[in-house]
Structure formats: C-alpha cells, structure tokens
C-alpha cells in the first residue's frame, strides 16, 4: 500500500463547476500538507500549504485536512479553463530538519473544458 | 532566468550509456533534490542534499549517483542508462529557514528516453 494515495483521474468538469481533488494517506505523522499544481511539460508549483488539521482559503482554493480520517481535499470554485493542469499532494512529517522531505501523491489531471 | 535550471531539457541515450542531468538554482538554497517522475507512480526521491558536504539516498538511488559541485549545482548521473530509467526528472529546492511552507521550488524537467 502507498503512504498517499490519489486518484489519477482524469477529471473533467465544465467551466465555472465546482472540482473536489482528494487524497488519502497512511502515515498519521504527517502533519504538513500541500497541494502543487504541475501543468503539462512544467515543473510542479506550490499552490496551497496547511498544517494539521483545519482549512485554509485562498482565492478560488480551499484546502481541507481531516487528520481523523487521514484525508485532505483541494477544492476550486468557479473552475476556468486555465486551471487544467495535474494537481499533486504532498505532505511531510517536520517543517524544518533531515524529516521535511515530501512524500506525494501521484496525481490528479483535471480538465476544464468550455 | 528561472530559479531552477535543468539540461539538457530533452534526451535520447542508448543503452549502457553513461548520461548526466544538470542542474542550477539561483535561490540561494541550500537543499537540493533529485526526483524522477512516472505515470501512476508519481515523483519518486532519487537523492538528496542538505549542503555541499551533504548528499543522502532516496528511496530509489540504484542505478543512479550525484554530485553536488556547489551550493549552487547538484547534478544527477546514470552511471550506465536502462531502458527502464526512461522518465521525466526534476531538480528541486527548498530554504530549511522558510520550512515547508515554503515547499519545494521545481525545475522544468529533463524527459530522458532510454532506447
């Protein structure tokens, strides 16, 4: 069994829909969770950060940690088309030190579509 | 210029070849990382750095070595490439000072095609 695990879609949903992204982990120790946004041919680019549990909004993102149930989601409201891209998470057990390595997912494409 | 530099970007090397990836970052960073990426089995940790004197395993080194030339430079080598390491592979780094929050800074990826 994978310590993340992510559904690799691919998701796709009409301009303006609301996109749920998930993904289920193993390891209660982790307690930092990203999600990175990787669009086709680029490298992966932080898009939202959260430590333990809660929520935390920015723009048109929301993301949710449930460390009860080792489940975090990615939501995007109001989806554009410029939002198609693979969207990883990620998460580690130590802000700083030799323990802040990422574990991540494998990622979810998603595809907005006019 | 982009904070993170990777060359070449493109690369098709025979097997048993002996390949090297380059990388480059203006960040200032001291920790630097190697990943490789597949479908359906996301990135995996090649290896990794921490400052120049440095360098760790990750969780799939075989096959693979590193040099770390500067604080600058980190570049990955195959020391004889199989077809099996055909892959899209990412240099990256992160600022220990800013902790995760900060994440990780990616480069643009080399797509190594080994035939």
């Known amino acids: 069994q994978k310590e993340v695990e992510q559904d690799p879609g691919p998701l796709s949903v009409p301009e303006g829909a609301i996109v749920s992204l998930n993904c289920t982990y193993s390891?209660?120790?982790?307690?930092?969770f990203m999600w990175y946004r990787q669009y086709s041919r680029k490298g992966p680019e932080l898009l939202m950060y959260t430590y333990s549990s809660g929520n935390k909004e920015d723009g048109r993102f929301t993301a949710q940690v449930d460390k009860s149930s080792k489940y975090i989601s990615l939501f995007i409201r109001d989806s554009q088309p410029s939002d198609s891209a693979t969207y990883l998470c990620?998460?580690?057990?130590?802000?700083?030190?030799?323990?802040?390595?990422?574990?991540f997912g494998t990622g979810t494409r998603l595809q907005v579509t006019l | 210029d982009a904070d993170v530099t990777q060359t070449p970007r493109n690369r098709i090397t025979k097997t048993g070849k002996r390949i090297m990836l380059e990388c480059s970052q203006t960040?200032?960073?001291?920790?630097m990382y190697w990943y490789r990426q597949d479908p359906g089995l996301g990135l995996r940790l090649i290896y990794y750095s921490f400052d120049v004197k440095d360098i760790n395993k990750g969780e799939i080194s075989d096959g693979y070595s590193v040099s770390r030339q500067a604080q600058a430079k980190f570049s990955l080598s195959l020391e004889s490439a199989i077809p099996n390491q055909t892959a899209l592979y990412f240099c990256?780094?992160?600022?220990?000072?800013?902790?995760?929050?900060?994440?990780?800074?990616f480069g643009s990826g080399t797509r190594l095609t080994v035939v």
């Open positions: 390891n209660s120790a982790f307690q930092y």
């Open positions: 990256a780094t992160s600022d220990p000072t800013q902790g995760a929050n900060y994440g990780y800074t």
């Open positions: 990620a998460m580690t057990f130590s802000d700083t030190g030799t323990a802040s390595k990422l574990t």
């Open positions: 960040k200032g960073h001291d920790r």
